[in-house]
């Protein structure tokens, strides 16, 4: 069974850093794309940032020049860096990849969510 498992959440001040990591766990034989998301309260989930096996980047435009995607390939494990955060990234970040089980086809993986809120 192939699960992400993410870390990193928190409570930091306006102007603060936080980093979140995920690392895809369990019968894993390859992992594609990875990317986060995050959902406000009352609002749709949205694209935060993503990255591919050959480290191409793409950022929400409300992230530019802010946060940092990165992976470890050797490690199964994507990171977001958050730097100069505002209130308006409050929300509940997930991880997201297209994995390749030991034994069974390319699919979707989702993780549970941390929680990141941006108060002073």
């Known amino acids: 069974q192939v699960q992400l498992v993410e870390s990193g959440g928190g409570l930091v001040q306006p102007g603060g850093s936080l980093r979140l990591s995920c690392e895809a766990i369990?019968?894993?034989?390859?992992?594609?794309?990875m990317g986060w998301y995050r959902q406000a309260p009352g609002k749709q989930r949205e694209l935060v940032a993503t990255?591919?096996?050959?480290?191409?980047?793409n950022y929400a435009d409300s992230v530019k020049g802010r946060f940092t995607i990165s992976r470890d390939n050797a490690k199964n494990t994507v990171y977001l860096q958050m730097d100069s955060l505002k209130p308006e990234d409050t929300a509940v970040y997930y991880c997201?990849?297209?994995?390749?089980?030991?034994?069974?086809?390319?699919?979707?993986?989702w993780g549970q969510g941390t929680q990141v809120t941006v108060s002073s």
């Open positions: 997201r990849a297209g994995i390749w089980p030991v034994d069974g086809p390319l699919d979707d993986y």
């Open positions: 369990g019968s894993v034989f390859s992992v594609n794309a």
């Open positions: 990255i591919n096996s050959i480290h191409s980047t």
